[in-house]
């Protein structure tokens, strides 16, 4: 039993610098980019930024949205294309692959289209491609309330 505990360890924590290693060497953000695979696929991550719990109905206008950082470039999406930080693509739970979407907030908007699943953190409706968030102003706050219009 510690065996395994000792080992789960080792998996988790060495996982945790292979990734954090190269992404220091590669820098070019300001978020650290342990932080941004955290938003991206673990629920209830330690440090991700709090937004509040209660959101719209997925098939609402409000949606919390998050987004990826550079950690998984090049990593397969849902739709089969390997994910791309500098496009204007998102992640949703239920809309169809290829569905457009205008997604707003604070007086600035971007079109994306949906081609990966998730989030998979609670709360969270909508993860956007780094390139759409920082459209929008949502690299700073990291999680923030958008809307969002099928175009």
């Known amino acids: 039993m510690i065996f395994d505990l000792k080992v789960w ?14 992404l220091a060497v590669l820098g070019g ?11 991206v696929r673990h629920a209830a991550a330690p440090g991700a930024p709090d937004v ?6 997925d098939s609402g206008d409000t949606m919390v949205a998050s987004y990826y ?7 397969p999406t849902a739709s089969g294309e390997p ?5 204007y693509t998102a992640a949703h739970k239920s809309l169809p692959l290829g569905t457009e979407l205008e997604v ?5 908007s971007v079109r994306v289209t949906v081609n990966d699943r998730g989030p998979y953190t609670p709360g969270r409706d909508i993860d956007l491609s780094l390139a759409a968030a920082q459209e929008i102003g949502l690299t700073g706050p990291g999680v923030g ?7």
Do not use: H, I, K, Y
């Open 9 to 22: 360890l080792l998996a988790v924590f060495g996982g945790v610098v292979a990734l954090a290693v190269p």
């Open 52 to 57: 509040d719990e209660a959101s719209q109905d």
């Open 145 to 151: 309330r958008v809307d969002t219009v099928v175009v």
């Open 104 to 108: 707003r907030r604070g007086g600035e």
């Open 69 to 75: 950082g550079r950690a998984l470039e090049g990593l």
């Open 29 to 39: 953000e300001e978020e650290t980019p342990v932080r941004q695979v955290a938003e």
């Open 83 to 87: 994910f791309d930080a500098d496009a």
